[in-house]
């Protein structure tokens, strides 16, 4: 009896080791993110990093921002890459970390078009 509850608490143990190193690994970073220049055509963006994992539309579909998670792993943190276009041309990427536990999908920002970055610049 006695070697039943070691054996069972050794298992736990060694699973929830396994589950902890496993959400520590260091996250994939998406590599092609170093791709995306100002100037490139939406359907390149696609063929470079694939589908976003969010995804926003202005009103007269001149405008959208994309977001992708740099990784699908269950982590405290996570970095996030966002791509906004003008007209489907890249006019800038930038990054922020989500904080929350789940996946990265769960804490994206809401964006607001004014930070787009065609946007600021001086007119």
Known sequence: MRTSKVFLKTLVLLC?????????????PIEPMDKIKVGLEEDD???????????LSSEDEKEEVWQYCRTKRFMPVNDVVVVWFLERKVTGVETYKNVG??????????LKWENAPHRRKVR
């Open 16 to 28: 929830l080791g396994i589950f902890i190193i496993g959400c520590a690994a260091t996250p994939k």
């Open 45 to 55: 963006v696609r063929n470079i990093m694939d589908l976003p994992d969010f995804w």
């Open 101 to 110: 536990f789940g996946g990265c999908e769960m804490f994206f920002r809401t």
